[in-house]
């Protein structure tokens, strides 16, 4: 148990070192940073895939697409939905997007929650109801104070809960749905990292004519392959109720890494994050109590064996 929750720790650190660095790889913009990101992570993604010996669950979707042609159409859609929240994750820290995004990350877990209340009709628990409107109270008097909440925080609270119902109801919820979703992006990610040039250079001409992207472009492929890896491995090795609570600690990094970027909570913001911060913290609890429940209902069954 104690490897995977040190994969999920390191994995949650990787992430959270990836938001707070993209800075450091201008002059590429968001959308370049992006593309590249995608295209060094792909061999990586795709050695691990073979490694885990899910390529035949590549076929299996691919003969899916083959027997029923608007299944392709769903995971177009499904790709996406994946590459507006990848391109969000390295665009955010360089246009001031950082925390308002943190905060999305806060409240996915509530909107997962929500999600599966709405799409699946999955029961809420009471410590889930409390803690779902604990966030409404929260987002509610950020409505009330400010008019509205930031469009990319929007972005990351609807869009996540969608491509993650999306994937449960196409049976693609696995590493090789992700592989794939990822290799239907490579036509957007190639105009990005080659063509696109917003600022009149393209992401390629950065490179060639900064040195020191020529070693942190493929780190920062490296790191986010390794990052996947360590997440899909703490998956496997921590129990479900454990693995959901070290999900925690991405959010928490990533708030870190807007604030040491310079980003700040405005005046006024402090009660929304203190009622989203109390939800969080009780589907935390309400998953450290499960698992507690778990192992003393398992230790009878181990001792009578």
């Keep these: 148990m104690f490897q995977g929750v040190l994969a999920s720790v390191v994995a949650s650190c990787i992430f959270g070192s990836i938001y707070y660095l993209a800075p450091l790889l201008a002059p590429l913009t968001g959308e370049q940073i992006f593309g590249w990101r995608m295209l060094v992570t792909l061999p990586f993604t795709t050695a691990w895939l073979l490694y885990s010996g899910q390529g035949a669950a590549v076929a299996a979707i691919v003969r899916r697409v083959a027997q029923h042609w608007p299944f392709a159409l769903m995971l177009l859609l499904s790709s996406a939905l994946a590459g507006v929240q ?92 992700h592989w794939l979703d990822v290799l239907l992006l490579l036509p957007v990610c190639l105009w990005f990292a080659v063509v696109d040039a917003p600022q009149g250079v393209t992401g390629w001409a950065a490179i060639v004519a900064t040195p020191a992207l020529h070693w942190m472009v493929p ?37 870190l890494a807007a604030l040491l970027m310079g980003e700040r909570i405005q005046p006024g913001q402090e009660p929304m994050y203190t009622l989203i911060g109390a ?27």
């Design 86 to 177: 990848l391109w969000l994750f390295m665009w955010a820290p360089l246009h001031g997007h950082a925390l308002p995004v943190s905060l999305g990350y806060f409240l996915l877990p509530l909107a997962m929650v929500l999600a599966g209340r709405l799409v699946f009709g999955e029961r809420l628990s009471a410590f889930q109801t409390v803690a779902t409107l604990l966030a409404a109270c929260g987002m509610g008097w950020e409505l009330w104070r400010a008019g509205g909440m930031a469009w990319s925080t929007w972005l990351v609270v609807i869009g996540y809960p969608a491509y993650f119902v999306l994937r449960r109801l196409l049976k693609t919820n696995s590493l090789a749905g």
């Design 219 to 255: 780190v920062l492929g490296v790191i986010s392959a390794v990052a996947l890896a360590l997440y899909m491995a703490a998956s496997r090795l921590l129990p479900l109720g454990l693995f959901g609570l070290m999900s925690y600690v991405e959010p928490l990094l990533l708030v």
């Design 279 to 305: 939800g969080v913290l009780l589907l935390a609890l309400e998953g450290a109590l499960q698992l507690r429940r778990r192992r003393a209902n398992a230790q009878p069954l181990a001792q009578a064996a």
